[in-house]
């Protein structure tokens, strides 16, 4: 293990707490510096754990998930996803265990791992339901990147920049009726244009971060206005505990937002809820298959795909996915086959005839 550089640690910190301080403004200085610079993560292991058979713990206490990656992680007990925090140094890493108070589990141990600059982004979007990082955090949080952004560093590329604009379809679009609003006015100064926000008190979960991610929403008086995604996904998982009459439909418009923000791995949390539910796992496969394609793991789609096909044989959805996995894997034969195969159920499916 080479020497660390202690001004290059001082300057990638100093940027990470600007970019905590002000959390709307541009993060280009940040993703540049924490390419360059080595991470840390909290390890979390056992002498009877092989380097193949290791486990994620979403946070002390809660369950384990099968990963090839042993790391502390933080479950999000209300979308779902697992957030890593991720450490510039040592020290800080010592520091975050000391205030949280953390234990390890029992016959396991918890130690700092050094990984090469940008090496362990992509290694962490293997971890199941995979949401962000924390960059450095404190007791009180620190600055998150979200899986589109730890994406992006996982390819050596700098993430947009913020806000990114999101809009759902026409017919969903509107507020869900019975929850109360604040309508205000984003500031061009900030947002790089003139709008209206809203925003949902009653509902809280809001932090200033959030606000790099919007989508627009239509109001009541039929005019538009700009809600951070991450807060208004919150709002309807907390819907969905209201919702009796048309639970399914509160369901799917929670699924598919979560698909639209590319928020992978509260929606891969979500389809795994759902998968549990018998007249909904076809449904939970189908989004579950789209969720692993789009989110670049491919052979995970494969084998939800080939899974779910076993138990549903006439799935549409789960037979494009297949299709598409495979020809992205470049297993062209085996997509013609899956093709010819859904074509038996689905002769006039557009895709899978564009494999044959």
């Given at each position: 293990?080479?020497?660390?550089?202690?001004?290059?640690?001082?300057?990638?910190?100093?940027?990470?707490?600007?970019?905590?301080?002000k959390p709307l403004a541009s993060r280009r200085p940040l993703f540049r510096?924490?390419?360059?610079?080595?991470?840390?993560?909290?390890?979390?292991?056992?002498?009877?754990?092989?380097?193949?058979?290791?486990?994620?713990?979403?946070?002390?206490?809660?369950?384990?998930?099968?990963?090839?990656?042993?790391?502390?992680?933080?479950?999000?007990?209300?979308?779902?996803?697992?957030?890593?925090?991720?450490?510039?140094?040592?020290?800080?890493?010592?520091?975050?265990?000391?205030?949280?108070?953390?234990?390890?589990?029992?016959?396991?141990?918890?130690?700092?791992?050094?990984?090469?600059?940008?090496?362990?982004?992509?290694?962490?979007?293997?971890?199941?339901?995979?949401?962000?990082?924390?960059?450095?955090?404190?007791?009180?949080?620190?600055?998150?990147?979200?899986?589109?952004?730890?994406?992006?560093?996982?390819?050596?590329?700098?993430?947009?920049?913020?806000?990114?604009?999101?809009?759902?379809?026409?017919?969903?679009?509107?507020?869900?009726?019975?929850?109360?609003?604040?309508?205000?006015?984003?500031?061009?100064?900030?947002?790089?244009?003139?709008?209206?926000?809203?925003?949902?008190?009653?509902?809280?979960?809001?932090?200033?971060?959030?606000?790099?991610?919007?989508?627009?929403?239509?109001?009541?008086?039929?005019?538009?206005?700009?809600?951070?995604?991450?807060?208004?996904?919150?709002?309807?998982?907390?819907?969905?505990?209201?919702?009796?009459?048309?639970?399914?439909?509160?369901?799917?418009?929670?699924?598919?937002?979560?698909?639209?923000?590319?928020?992978?791995?509260?929606?891969?949390?979500?389809?795994?809820?759902?998968?549990?539910?018998?007249?909904?796992?076809?449904?939970?496969?189908?989004?579950?298959?789209?969720?692993?394609?789009?989110?670049?793991?491919?052979?995970?789609?494969?084998?939800?795909?080939?899974?779910?096909?076993?138990?549903?044989?006439a799935e549409a959805p789960l037979y494009r996915n297949l299709v598409l996995?495979?020809?992205?894997?470049?297993?062209?034969?085996?997509?013609?086959?899956?093709?010819?195969?859904?074509?038996?159920?689905?002769?006039?499916?557009?895709?899978?005839?564009?494999?044959?």
């Amino acid at each position: 293990m080479g020497s660390e550089d202690p001004a290059m640690g001082a300057e990638i910190e100093e940027v990470i707490l600007e970019a905590y301080s002000k959390p709307l403004a541009s993060r280009r200085p940040l993703f540049r510096g924490i390419l360059g610079a080595p991470t840390y993560l909290l390890r979390v292991g056992s002498e009877e754990l092989a380097d193949d058979d290791v486990r994620v713990l979403a946070g002390a206490g809660a369950e384990e998930r099968t990963s090839s990656l042993a790391v502390w992680a933080e479950g999000d007990a209300l979308l779902g996803g697992v957030w890593v925090p991720v450490f510039t140094s040592e020290e800080k890493a010592s520091t975050y265990v000391a205030a949280r108070g953390l234990r390890h589990p029992p016959g396991k141990q918890l130690q700092w791992v050094r990984h090469e600059p940008g090496q362990v982004y992509g290694l962490l979007e293997t971890i199941p339901c995979f949401a962000g990082v924390y960059l450095n955090p404190e007791k009180d949080g620190g600055v998150r990147l979200e899986w589109l952004e730890v994406n992006a560093l996982s390819e050596s590329r700098v993430p947009p920049e913020a806000p990114l604009l999101r809009s759902l379809p026409d017919e969903e679009c509107a507020l869900p009726e019975g929850i109360r609003c604040r309508v205000g006015h984003l500031d061009r100064k900030v947002f790089g244009f003139d709008g209206r926000q809203v925003i949902f008190p009653e509902f809280g979960n809001l932090e200033l971060q959030d606000f790099r991610s919007l989508v627009q929403l239509r109001l009541e008086d039929g005019d538009s206005a700009w809600a951070p995604c991450r807060h208004f996904a919150a709002v309807l998982r907390r819907l969905l505990e209201r919702c009796r009459e048309r639970a399914s439909d509160c369901e799917d418009l929670f699924l598919q937002s979560l698909i639209l923000f590319e928020m992978y791995g509260e929606a891969e949390a979500a389809c795994s809820r759902l998968a549990v539910t018998p007249e909904r796992r076809s449904y939970a496969l189908d989004n579950l298959a789209l969720v692993f394609r789009r989110s670049g793991r491919i052979e995970n789609c494969v084998d939800v795909c080939r899974h779910g096909l076993r138990e549903f044989p006439a799935e549409a959805p789960l037979y494009r996915n297949l299709v598409l996995a495979l020809a992205q894997l470049e297993d062209l034969e085996g997509a013609r086959k899956a093709a010819r195969q859904g074509l038996g159920h689905f002769p006039d499916d557009a895709t899978l005839q564009r494999f044959v």
